[in-house]
């Protein structure tokens, strides 16, 4: 069976959107990566330009929840 052939009726393979995607989610890393932080910024404003995935792990490196809007954790959780 190749690789754009049906598995079975719940399971479709297309390796070319897979690939498209591993890459979209590769630049937006870069992009993110490369923004810079004025070591002037308050901690809100410089959390609020991380991708929400970065203020999830921070949550869970302090042992806070990771529910709710990124937006509310940098507020209201990571801040105090």
């Known amino acids: 069976m190749d690789n ?7 399971d479709f393979v297309m390796p ?5 995607m591993d890459y979209v989610a590769r630049e937006r890393q870069k992009a993110q ?4 932080i004025s070591l002037n910024s308050t901690l809100p404003t410089a959390l609020s330009k991380c991708p929400v995935v970065w203020v999830d792990a921070i ?21 105090h």
């Open 16 to 20: 070319e959107v897979d690939e498209m």
């Open 33 to 36: 990566a490369a923004k810079t």
């Open 59 to 79: 949550c869970q490196q302090f042992g806070l929840s990771t529910t709710g809007e990124k937006e509310e954790k940098i507020q209201g959780k990571i801040q």
């Open 4 to 10: 754009n052939q049906i598995d079975n009726e719940n």
